[in-house]
């Protein structure tokens, strides 16, 4: 007997991380629907994994454009919430915090937003893999609003996988992972960074999109895991 066909949807699957796990999650078995803001770069995701994924453009931060992808999409199978964000850096003192209400809008609620339009169609036997970072997690100087920020959905996370169950609700915390994310930098500061983290992390080194990739393959495959938040750091937060 053939198995059935699953679909996954990647929300923010247009580069580093989001796009890492179309590329883990195709093949037999596994369709996978990418979206991104950025038509150009979404076409750009979509020619590197061959053409073999769906795509949709659209901005996950305007409710409206939300609304209309996921009644336009028809039933799937799992949620990955890749959009990204970068704000709330910088010592406490310091801080503008109107960037923690900016990078909630950022981030946080396009997560929700999209999980909440998808809960319609999205399968009960599924799952939702929300995508924090080990901000939410380590006790560094310089994180305090960006940390405040991923910390939403790591709380967020038990409640829904009880609220919501059957459905599978978990979370992967990525440390300092190699992804454009950091092209805010030029390219000498960057390298010097991932220098810096790579002697303070136990595995010697900084992450890849895919060591990402890999840790949401295990959530959306695993059929006996929910509530969880999988830290992908490396030991970084063992070391900070």
Known sequence: ?????????????????????ARKLLGPGMKVTITGRNEEKLKGAWKSLGGAAEKAAFDASKP??????????GPFDHLVL?????????????????????????????????LQAALPTLSKSGSVTFISAVSAQV???????????????????????????????????????????WDFLPDAKRQA???????????????????????????VSNGFVTGQVLTCDGGLRFAA
């Open 64 to 73: 409206e454009e939300v609304s209309r992808f996921f009644g336009d999409l």
């Open 1 to 21: 007997m053939t198995e059935k066909t699953q679909h996954t949807v990647i929300i923010g699957g247009s580069s580093g991380i989001g796009l890492a796990t």
């Open 193 to 219: 960074i991932f220098a810096e983290y790579a002697g303070k992390t136990p595995v010697g080194r900084v992450g890849r999109a895919e060591d990402v990739a890999g840790a949401i393959a295990f959530l």
């Open 139 to 181: 006790a560094m100087p310089g994180v305090a609003g960006i940390g405040a920020i991923n910390g939403m959905l790591l709380t967020v996370v038990p409640i829904l996988a009880v609220e919501l169950k059957p459905l599978r609700v978990n979370v992967v915390a990525p440390g300092v992972i190699d992804t454009p994310w």
């Open 82 to 114: 890749a959009a990204s964000g970068g704000k709330g850096l910088g010592p406490f003192q310091t801080l503008d915090l109107a960037d923690i209400a900016n990078g909630v809008d950022e981030k946080v609620r396009p997560q929700l937003s999209c």
